[in-house]
């Protein structure tokens, strides 16, 4: 996810807690933007859980 989407996240975020609010179309850029960021979050751990290897396995029948 790109740095720019993610500083829209935090932008959104902030005006969300502000007496103005968001508006139906910004909190629909929200929760789409949110939910991109948890596919790529979501995308990177299953990349770093398929590339472990276990290297030293305890001998069985210890």
Do not use: H
Not at 33 to 42: A, G, H, T
Request: aromatic share 2%; hydrophobic share 30%.
């Amino acid at each position: 996810m790109s740095p720019e989407k993610i500083n829209r996240i935090n932008e959104l975020a902030r005006k969300s807690r502000t007496s103005a609010g968001l508006t139906e179309s910004e909190k629909a850029e929200q929760a789409a933007l949110r939910q991109e960021y948890r596919d790529s979050v979501k995308a990177n751990l299953v990349g770093q859980l398929e590339n472990i290897e276990i290297v030293d396995k305890k001998p069985k029948g210890n």
